[in-house]
C-alpha cells in the first residue's frame, strides 16, 4: 500500500511536469496512471493475503494438525475404575522437542460434577493436560515411568466435553453468528449468556482488514459459543477463561459457574485466584509436578 500510494504521488507530479511543459497530454498521464492501478491492486490483494495467512499460522497449524492428524495414535483408552473419568498415574510428560515438562504421580477425577482448577505458570503443563485429554496432543509425549501406570479417561470422555482452548478462532460476520454458527435452537439460553457475559453488540460486524474488535470481545465471544453448545455436555474444560476481561464479567462468570458446577463436571486452568473459594479441588504445578492442594468442597 506504501509502494502503490508512494509510486502515484510520484508518477502524478512527474506526469503533471511533463503535462505542464506540453511534453505529454493530459489524457496520456491518466491512461497511463490507471494502467499503475492496475499493476498494483492485484499486488495489493496479494501482500493482503501473505499478511493474513501469516497472522493466522497459528489457527492453521491447529487445523492442520485436526485433519492429518494419525488415528491410530489416539488415546482410546478405558480406565479399570468405572468411576473415574481421568486416571493419570507415574506419567511423565514431554514437549514436543523432547524436554521433560510434568510428573505426574496422581491426578483422579471421578464422576462427581463440580468445579476443578489446575494453577501454575505459563509454561509449566496446564494446557497440555487439556490437550491430551481432548486428543488434540499427539499420546507420543507421554511416557509411563513403571508397569503399573496409568493415563485413561473414560470412553466417552470426547463426546461428553465442550473445550475453551487457545488461539481464539473467528471468522468475518457478525458477532451472533460467530457464537451460534446459525443454531438458534435455544434462544432462551443464548440471552442468558450473552446478558451474563456483557455482551450487547449482536449485530456487529466483524472486519479483519481493519480490525474493529479489541481482544476482551474476542474472548467473550469465544466463551459464548462454547458455553452455548456445552448446553447438553457433561464436561466442561476451560482454558483461561478470565483473559482479557474487565472485572465485573469476570466476576458474572465465577457466579455463574458456581452454580454450574452442580449440573457439570468443569475442569479450569488458570492462573488466577478468583475461584479458589468456590472450586471442589485445586491442584497446583510446582516444579514440573503437580499437587493436589485442597480435598475438601468450599460452599
Known amino acids: 500500500m506504501f509502494v502503490n500510494t508512494l509510486s502515484s504521488f510520484i508518477i502524478m507530479s512527474i506526469g503533471g511536469y511533463y503535462v505542464i511543459s506540453q511534453k505529454m497530454t493530459l489524457g496520456s498521464l491518466i491512461m497511463f496512471s490507471q494502467y499503475l492501478s ?16 501469516h497472522s493466522n499460522k497459528g489457527i492453521l497449524n491447529r487445523i492442520d494438525e485436526f485433519y492429518n492428524y494419525n488415528e491410530g495414535k ?45 494453577k501454575g505458570k505459563n509454561g509449566s503443563g496446564k494446557t497440555t493436560i487439556l490437550n491430551l485429554l481432548t486428543q488434540i496432543s499427539s499420546p507420543e509425549i507421554i511416557k509411563k515411568n513403571k508397569k503399573n501406570s496409568v493415563f485413561s479417561f473414560s470412553k466417552d470422555f470426547i463426546e461428553s466435553c465442550s473445550y475453551l482452548y487457545n488461539p481464539v478462532y473467528l471468522f468475518e460476520g457478525d458477532v451472533k453468528t460467530n457464537i451460534t454458527f446459525n443454531n438458534t435452537e435455544n434462544p432462551q439460553y443464548l440471552k442468558e449468556i450473552i446478558s451474563m457475559l456483557n455482551i450487547n453488540n449482536l449485530d456487529k460486524k466483524i472486519n479483519f482488514q481493519n480490525l474493529n474488535i479489541s481482544l476482551g470481545e474476542k474472548q467473550k465471544i469465544h466463551l459464548a459459543r462454547v458455553l452455548y453448545f456445552s448446553k447438553e455436555k457433561n464436561i466442561l ?27 457439570k463436571i468443569i475442569l479450569v486452568v488458570s492462573h488466577e485466584n478468583l475461584f479458589d473459594d468456590i472450586a471442589d479441588k485445586i491442584y497446583n504445578i510446582i516444579d514440573n509436578k503437580i499437587f493436589e492442594e485442597r480435598k475438601e468442597v468450599v460452599e
Do not use: H, W
Open 38 to 53: 492496475m499493476l498494483f491492486e492485484p499486488l495489493s490483494q496479494i501482500a493482503q493475503a501473505i499478511v493474513e495467512k
Open 74 to 118: 489416539n488415546l482410546i483408552l478405558e480406565s479399570n475404575n468405572k468411576d473415574n473419568i481421568i486416571e493419570i498415574k507415574d506419567c511423565t510428560i514431554y514437549t514436543e522437542n523432547k524436554e521433560k515438562l510434568l510428573e505426574i504421580e496422581n491426578f483422579i477425577m471421578n464422576k462427581d460434577n463440580g468445579l476443578y482448577i489446575i
Open 237 to 263: 474444560l476451560l482454558d483461561e477463561p478470565l483473559s482479557n476481561l474487565d472485572y465485573k464479567t469476570k466476576e458474572n462468570i465465577k457466579n455463574y459457574l458456581s452454580k454450574l458446577k452442580k449440573e
